[in-house]
């Protein structure tokens, strides 16, 4: 059983830049990839970054170069930095949990396959 929850949301400008947190409880949050996905009204949920259990990173290609991904395990916290917001950033942006996984592979793209999820923290970038 995992819980997750996000903070660190906000109502930005063009440009400006927020970090994203995700606090997890439960056990196993060390063996499992995490990732983050945002949403829009009527959309489906999109890829944005994850990570793996021993750091491996993917990006969506809209935020490569601009946002960062990382993990404290110690802490049991997951972590988006977003740099150089843009108004098409504007999303509730979700942290997920994928299932356990002892192997050395990239972390899942796809929110399919992931198991646990927490409320979402609203973006807003305006122009």
């Known amino acids: 059983q995992v819980q997750l929850v996000e903070s660190g949301g906000g109502l930005v400008q063009a440009g400006d830049s927020l970090r994203l947190s995700c606090a997890a409880s439960?056990?196993?949050?060390?063996?499992?990839?995490m990732g983050w996905f945002r949403q829009t009204p009527g959309k489906e949920r999109d890829f944005v970054a994850a990570i793996s259990r021993h750091g491996v990173t993917a990006y969506a290609d809209s935020v490569k170069g601009r946002f960062t991904i990382s993990r404290d395990n110690a802490l049991n916290t997951v972590y988006l930095q977003m740099n150089s917001l843009k108004v098409e950033d504007t999303a509730v942006y979700y942290c997920a949990a994928c299932a356990v996984d002892w192997t050395l592979q990239p972390p899942s793209t796809n929110w399919k396959e992931y198991e646990y999820w927490g409320q979402g923290t609203q973006v807003t970038v305006s122009s």
């Open positions: 439960g056990r196993t949050f060390s063996s499992r990839s």
